[in-house]
């Protein structure tokens, strides 16, 4: 397995998360974005 030569690691602040939505924000380098995860979640209650 090889890696890459510039390996990179940032840490990210989570600020919030709606489960219903499956979306949240976090700040990643001083700025606040949006992020989904809906490939994650089950719409279904099993």
Known sequence: ???PGDLECK???IQWVTAEKAE???VLDGR???FG???FV???RI
């Open 11 to 13: 840490l990210a602040r």
């Open 42 to 44: 089950n719409y279904f």
């Open 37 to 39: 995860y809906s490939s």
């Open 32 to 34: 606040e974005e949006m």
């Open 24 to 26: 949240g924000g976090w």
């Open 1 to 3: 397995m090889f890696l």
